[in-house]
């Protein structure tokens, strides 16, 4: 399983520029996902390999950041630490078995193929983190296929996911609940919603390593680490990344 290049396809930017075997991506400033490099491969020259995608960004009015997962270049996070670049928002990778839902019963889950105005606006709430973006967000979240699940209350989404088909396995995204609405399991609700939908027989999602009550949530769940990335942000200034 390349978590690498499934978060890259779950979460695509919609400029895309290739350099040297990284692909630099762009989407708004919206998300340090698609907001910076996967840097694959092996470039010819790795001091022009950085000065590119560093004037990439900066074309863009946004600081260099590199997304350094267990694929990206040999030797690059040690070179990157030593030109000054803050790592930031260390995040696990976890993996679990997808199938049927549990036969406990669960509150009733609604399923679109697209996202809504209320499911947007419930997750924006909790995971935004900004004023503003959603609509770029938005944008994002439809560069591919994905199901977009969600525990209503008075027609009020209180708890929302999604889920990414990537094959034989399946991407779990945006899990979030509305404070009012925690600890009362609908969380997990919903996340065996969307992972009794479809044939997938894996799934994956990923979580900041400071986000210890998602990760037990998850765990309780059949989901266990599997690894982890990091980021690495020029200047350390990650602010005008949402």
Known sequence: M???LLVHQAWPAW???VHDGWILRHAGGVTKRANSVLPLGVPADLGAAIAAAESYYAE???PCVFSMGQG???GLDAELAARGYALVDPTVVMVGTAGPAPS???PEVRIEDAPWPGWLETWWAVDGRFG???DTAERICAGTPAWYAAIEEDGVPVAVGRGVPQGDTLGIYCMATLPRARR????RGVLRALMGRGGATSAYLVVTEANRAAQALYRGEGFGVRGGYHYRVR???DSRVR
């Open 2 to 4: 390349n978590v690498d």
């Open 15 to 17: 400029e895309q520029h």
């Open 60 to 62: 863009r009015g946004l």
């Open 72 to 74: 990206a270049t040999a």
């Open 104 to 106: 406990q019963a669960s």
């Open 132 to 134: 503003e973006g959603m």
């Open 184 to 187: 009362r399991g609908l969380a």
């Open 235 to 237: 200047g350390g200034d």
